[in-house]
């Protein structure tokens, strides 16, 4: 079971975190709050990487079936109370960093945000992987330069990059719906009738 685990270095970051937590803010110069605030994001962002790797690892092993959960989503809706959104969000992004390594290198630097990450695993689904593998696509090169524009650019770009990918993975787009066009009207005429 994932759980909490008093010891070892989850036990070592509570204690630091409990340090933070009693340290005395007011009367800090800005530079010194601005410059403890950047490396509190990369330390953010570097827990954020363990936890989606821890959930990834607990969705391999079925760690949530030793709580009576059916998937690792759930046990986060369940015992971290989670939304719906933000617990498949993270079950995404573990299973995006397991086929990004390179993503996931910079992500555990602190390089990379949470926020990136989402962005990213759109093309680590498998229906992307597949397409990707059947047009011979480099995915470590793709993987290094999302790597780099998460690291190094604004998150705006991040996103049209990821997009512009995937429309050249898929330059037809999404089927059309055969259905889309179909419609049933009844009418009532003044006589009664109907057609």
């Known amino acids: 079971m994932c759980s909490t685990g008093g010891g070892g ?7 630091a975190l409990d340090d933070l937590s009693a340290e005395e803010l ?8 601005i410059e403890q605030l ?11 990487a363990q936890v989606a790797r821890r959930v990834r690892e607990c969705e391999l092993t079925q760690a949530a079936e030793l709580d ?4 690792m989503a759930s046990w986060l809706r369940g015992h971290a109370l989670f939304s719906t959104g933000a617990a498949s969000r993270l079950v995404r992004s573990g ?16 390089a990379v945000t949470a926020e990136a990450v989402v962005v990213i695993a759109a093309v680590a689904t ?4 597949a397409a990707a593998a059947a047009q011979d696509v480099d995915l470590a090169g ?13 998150h705006a770009e991040l996103r049209q990059v990821v997009r512009h990918y995937l429309a050249r993975l898929d330059p037809d787009g999404p089927e059309p ?16 009738s109907m057609s």
């Open 68 to 71: 009576g959960k059916a998937s």
């Open 126 to 129: 498998p229906g992307n992987l």
């Open 177 to 192: 719906d055969p259905t889309e066009g179909r419609s049933l009207t009844f009418t009532r005429h003044a006589d009664g």
């Open 26 to 33: 007011s009367g800090r110069f800005g530079s010194q709050l």
């Open 95 to 110: 299973r995006a960093l397991a086929e990004l390594p390179a993503v996931a290198a910079a992500f555990a630097a602190g």
């Open 9 to 15: 270095a989850v036990g070592r970051l509570a204690a």
């Open 38 to 48: 950047g490396a509190l994001l990369t330390a953010s962002n570097r827990l954020a």
């Open 142 to 154: 793709v993987d290094q330069a999302l790597a780099e524009v998460a690291a190094s650019r604004p």
